[in-house]
């Protein structure tokens, strides 16, 4: 909540350091115990790792320090603290294997800071199944739901926090299973520094306990330990992330720009360490050999009368292309 008197707001300003070493200090002593077993740990509900909104993952991900937009929801909650009017969001997406993802999200400023909510629903199809001599043992169905709702607020003239709480329920066949997780985020605003203006982010994403699927064994769900610096120059975005999985475990580096020429059209490309698999090479007609640019992301965008269409466009080798849609609605 906003602090109303004037005498406690400036008390607040002057000590937004305070608040951000605080932040770091009770995350780290959360997050303790789970680095000491991070070695012997393995996963479930992997559909977290998934990007949502055409913008964020034509970016290559790079999204941990970005603000204002109604998919910080997925990436960064504390991102939703900048936004000046309330948004909708949707995306739909068709991933490897005739995979679907879909996702909805809404945020909406108050003078008590900003509220939000979401729903992500990932639908794989029709599986083959089969038993222990690889024979066909007829068709089953796996699907995923995340819903969460957010609020974020900012913490004198630099500082912005903000959190998630999430339920998750994932089906294969008849088995089920269903768990809590929570998202803390931060971002940092340091002004005009240079031409342009860096944010730099922090946010621990789907902490919670472990998941079993019909009463089997439990496993941990996908902690992501993320920090990023962006920069905004004129109508230039630059965001540079470096997200840790200490159950995977694995780490990888995003890298993003976004480019509007003019306020109509955006631009964007990614490049996104996890999921490189093998070098860029020219194939055998001197061209780039498209099933090489695993980790590369493309994107454009088109703002008009309120309303932001966006494309991103994913490389991924034998597995097909990934392509996202998504309409958000500012008003």
């Given at each position: 909540m906003r602090v109303e008197e004037r005498g406690q707001r400036m008390e607040t300003q002057r000590?937004?350091?305070?608040?951000?070493?605080?932040?770091?200090?009770?995350?780290?002593?959360?997050?303790?115990?789970?680095?000491?077993?991070?070695?012997?740990?393995?996963?479930?509900?992997?559909?977290?790792?998934?990007g949502v909104g055409a913008r964020a993952v034509g970016m290559g991900?790079?999204?941990t320090a970005v603000s204002g937009d109604v998919n910080s929801l997925f990436w960064n909650p504390a991102?939703?603290?900048?936004?000046?009017?309330?948004?909708?969001?949707?995306?739909?997406?068709?991933?490897?294997?005739?995979?679907?993802?879909?996702t909805l999200g809404y945020a909406q400023p108050t003078k008590y800071g900003t509220f939000g909510a979401s729903a992500l629903y990932l639908d794989q199809g029709p599986l083959d199944g089969r038993n222990a001599s690889a024979q066909p043992t007829g068709n089953f169905n796996a699907s995923d739901f995340a819903g969460s709702v957010a609020y974020a607020n900012k913490f004198g003239k630099h500082l912005r926090l903000?959190?998630?709480?999430?339920?998750?329920h994932s089906s294969i066949a008849a088995d089920a299973g269903e768990d809590f997780a929570l998202d803390a985020?931060?971002?940092?605003?340091?002004g005009k520094l240079g031409p342009g203006t860096p944010v730099l982010g922090a946010m621990v994403q789907n902490l919670g306990p472990k998941m079993s699927m019909g009463g089997g064994a439990a496993s941990y769900l996908p902690t992501t330990l993320a920090t990023?610096?962006?920069?905004?120059?004129?109508?230039?975005?630059?965001?540079?992330?470096?997200?840790?999985?200490?159950?995977?475990?694995?780490?990888?580096?995003?890298a993003g720009l976004e480019f509007r020429p003019i306020e109509l059209i955006a631009l964007r490309a990614g490049y996104d360490r996890s999921t490189f698999s093998e070098p860029l090479l020219l194939n055998g007609s001197g061209g780039i050999d498209v099933a090489a640019l695993n980790g590369f992301s493309f994107g454009t965008g088109l703002r008009l009368d309120g309303f932001d269409f966006d494309y991103s466009f994913t490389p991924q080798g034998e597995l097909g292309d990934a392509q996202r849609f998504s309409l958000t609605a500012r008003f």
């Open positions: 000590e937004p350091g305070v608040c951000l070493r605080g932040f770091a200090l009770s995350v780290f002593f959360l997050l303790q115990p789970y680095f000491l077993t991070s070695l012997f740990a393995d996963e479930t509900a992997a559909f977290l790792k998934i991900g790079a999204f991102g939703l603290a900048d936004l000046k009017q309330s948004q909708l969001g949707a995306m739909s997406s068709v991933l490897a294997a005739d995979t679907n993802l879909n903000g959190t998630n709480l999430k339920y998750i985020g931060a971002l940092y605003d340091f990023g610096l962006s920069y905004r120059w004129r109508g230039l975005l630059a965001d540079i992330d470096y997200k840790s999985m200490p159950y995977a475990p694995a780490s990888e580096v995003d």
